[in-house]
């Protein structure tokens, strides 16, 4: 493995890598952290979505509370601390639900985690994020993100996967 690039955020590393042939496949990597994603339950029927401004897309984006595990070794520390930060609620209860890569050639994980028991206990919001809390069912949640003119992929993949499983639960 060779670093090619590394700053704040991310490292670009070469990396070789053996196929079952024998055959080495060499390519170059983007690293960068982990990420934890949460669908907030307000009530057994609400969870709290975020609708936040990114300038870099110049609209305003559809997801579920979110944010890098980077100031925390621990994935569950990091989506209570983002939960706190863009909600203002703590959860009594944050189990993991899945987790989700984008691709191979960016080495990062989704930690999608399910939260139960809100009580207020806000953080300040990162001084350059724009961020709007609303409540919504799981249904209008699906259906904002997707119709976001910019789809955020994790909250899409986690609020699939999560309405996926309850109805396989209860079938």
């Known amino acids: 493995m060779e670093e090619l ?21 060499r390519v170059s990597r983007a690293k960068r952290a982990d990420s934890a994603h949460i669908i907030a339950f307000q009530t057994d029927e609400k969870i709290l979505m975020i609708r936040e401004y990114r300038p870099y897309y110049g609209t305003y984006i559809w997801m579920l ?6 100031k925390e070794a621990d994935h569950l520390l990091a989506a209570q601390r983002e939960l706190r930060e863009e909600t203002g609620f703590r959860a009594q209860s944050l189990e993991l639900l899945c987790t989700t890569n984008y691709s191979e050639s960016l080495i990062a994980t989704n930690y999608v985690f399910v ?57």
């Open 5 to 25: 690039y590394s700053d704040k955020d991310w490292q670009i590393l070469l990396q070789s890598a053996s196929l079952p042939d024998g055959r080495e496949k």
């Open 65 to 70: 509370p979110s944010g890098r595990v980077d």
């Open 115 to 171: 939260a139960r028991g809100l009580t207020s206990d806000p953080l300040p919001q990162d001084d350059d994020e724009l961020i709007e809390v609303h409540e919504c069912t799981l249904e209008q949640a699906l259906d904002n993100v997707l119709q976001s003119e910019v789809i955020h992929t994790a909250s899409a993949f986690g609020l699939m996967y999560y309405m996926r499983k309850v109805k396989n639960e209860e079938n």
